[in-house]
C-alpha cells in the first residue's frame, strides 16, 4: 500500500516536521509514504473572487502534475464528508480490499482547492467543522491515518 500526501507549501514549523516525522516513522510499518510538496501562490488579503480562482487553479496545475493517473484521491476539503476514526479506517480498508494500492491524499493552500481537482476526486473529506492551517492538516491527517491503520489491523490505540 503506497499513501502520498500532496500538499500546497513548504513546511516551515519545526513542531510540524517533527510531528510529520514521528508518523511517518510510525507508518512506515503500514505503508509506503510519499510527500509531495508543490509551490503556493501569493494570495493579497483583498483577493477578488476571480483571483482567488486564478490561484487555486494555478495551485492545482503544480498538484497534478505530480499525483499518478493510477492513484485513488481524496481531497481534503471543508464541504467533504466528516468521519470518525473508526468509519474512516473503513473507508480505507474498503479501498484496500477493492484493489485500491495508492491513495493520495491532497491538501490545498490557504485558498482551498480548485473545482477541478475537487472533480477528480474519489471522495472528499473534512477532518471538522473547525478551520486549520494547511500545514496543521498534514499532521492532523498522518495522525488520523496511523490511527486507521492501528484500528484495520484490530491493534489498540485509538481508544
Known amino acids: 500500500m503506497k499513501i502520498t500526501i500532496a500538499a500546497v507549501g513548504k513546511l516551515k514549523e519545526k513542531y510540524l516536521k517533527d510531528g510529520i516525522g514521528e508518523y511517518s516513522k510510525r507508518l512506515s510499518r503500514f505503508c509506503d509514504l510519499e510527500f509531495i510538496e508543490v509551490e503556493d501562490e501569493q494570495a493579497p488579503e483583498n483577493l477578488s473572487e476571480a483571483g482567488s480562482k486564478q490561484v487555486k487553479k494555478k495551485e492545482a496545475e503544480r498538484l ?85 491503520f492501528k484500528i484495520i489491523n484490530g491493534e489498540t490505540y485509538h481508544k
Do not use: C, W
Open 64 to 148: 497534478l502534475k505530480r499525483i499518478k493517473d493510477s492513484s485513488f484521491i481524496i481531497v481534503m476539503d471543508v464541504k467533504g464528508e466528516k468521519l470518525g476514526s473508526e468509519k474512516f479506517a473503513a473507508r480505507l480498508e474498503s479501498l484496500f480490499v477493492s484493489g485500491v494500492s495508492h491513495i493520495t491524499f491532497v491538501i490545498g493552500g490557504s485558498l482551498g482547492v480548485d473545482e477541478e481537482l475537487l472533480n477528480k476526486a474519489g471522495f472528499k473529506l473534512s477532518l471538522s467543522d473547525m478551520t486549520f492551517p494547511h500545514q496543521l492538516t498534514r499532521l492532523i491527517l498522518l495522525e488520523q491515518i496511523y490511527r486507521g
